[in-house]
T-cell receptor, first 113, second 117 residues
Framework: QQQVKQSPQSLIVQKGGISIINCAYE??????FPWYQQFPGKGPALLIA?????SEKKEGRFTISFNKSAKQFSLHIMDSQPGDSATYFC????????????FGAGTQVVVTP | NAGVTQTPKFRVLKTGQSMTLLCAQD?????MYWYRQDPGMGLRLIHY???????AKGEVPDGYNVSRLKKQNFLLGLESAAPSQTSVYFC????????????????FGPGTRLTVL
């Protein structure tokens, strides 16, 4: 049973639009929430990450929103570009679990021109 | 720096055959990991290593063995391949455990696509 639930499975957004991907978790011991981006035929690469002591983190067009009480976090991609077309994975980790990330199932994002 | 490399890129096995996947990293990372990626399942941890000569089980270790004889290499072995092991395998590495609240970045290799017939 996946400890991190991710939705939607896929989404299509027009160029310039906003992509939103949501993740939920149950384990309150999780203290690190990274998002990974994966292009076809490549390995995942860290995109942005957040810790639960902040509610939002922004890096360029990518923003993580974190709701500790709801045990949810989301990735917003502003001004989506065709080059953002990829699969996005949320993940969570406990500080005492030696870097053993728990991944969501992934969201395939397609940005149309 | 090549980062994390994996060998081979593709492989087709018959049920019962054995093989070894090789992962190498040139970043002097202490921690290394093997994941499998299946549609709709995300990435699941198979085995990991926190240093040369040490290995431990992850979430889905059955049917796999690993060895970390050198700090830069992490090998994943399938002794008797089964169709259920058809997957894409990713190796990753990270510098250390990080702080108590664990903010390490894991660096992934390009993957090995394995098909077991």
């Amino acid at each position: 049973q996946q400890q991190v639930k991710q939705s939607p499975q896929s989404l299509i957004v027009q160029k310039g639009g906003i992509s939103i991907i949501n993740c939920a978790y149950e384990n309150t011991a999780f203290d690190y929430f990274p998002w990974y981006q994966q292009f076809p035929g490549k390995g995942p690469a860290l995109l942005i990450a957040i810790r639960p002591d902040v509610s939002e983190k922004k890096e360029g067009r990518f923003t993580i929103s974190f709701n500790k009480s709801a045990k949810q976090f989301s990735l917003h991609i502003m001004d989506s570009q065709p080059g953002d077309s990829a699969t996005y994975f949320c993940a969570a980790n406990r500080g005492d679990s030696w870097g053993k990330l728990q991944f969501g199932a992934g969201t395939q994002v397609v940005v149309t021109p | 720096n090549a980062g994390v490399t994996q060998t081979p890129k593709f492989r087709v096995l018959k049920t019962g055959q054995s093989m070894t996947l090789l992962c190498a990293q040139d970043m002097n990372h202490e921690y290394m990991y093997w994941y499998r990626q299946d549609p709709g399942m995300g990435l699941r941890l198979i085995h990991y290593s926190v240093g040369e000569g040490t290995t431990a089980k992850g979430e889905v270790p059955d049917g796999y063995n690993v060895s970390r004889l050198k700090k830069q290499n992490f090998l994943l072995g399938l002794e008797s391949a089964a169709p259920s092991q058809t997957s894409v395998y990713f190796c990753a590495s990270s510098y250390s455990r990080g702080t108590v609240t664990s903010t390490d970045t894991q660096y992934f290799g390009p993957g090995t696509r394995l098909t077991v017939l």
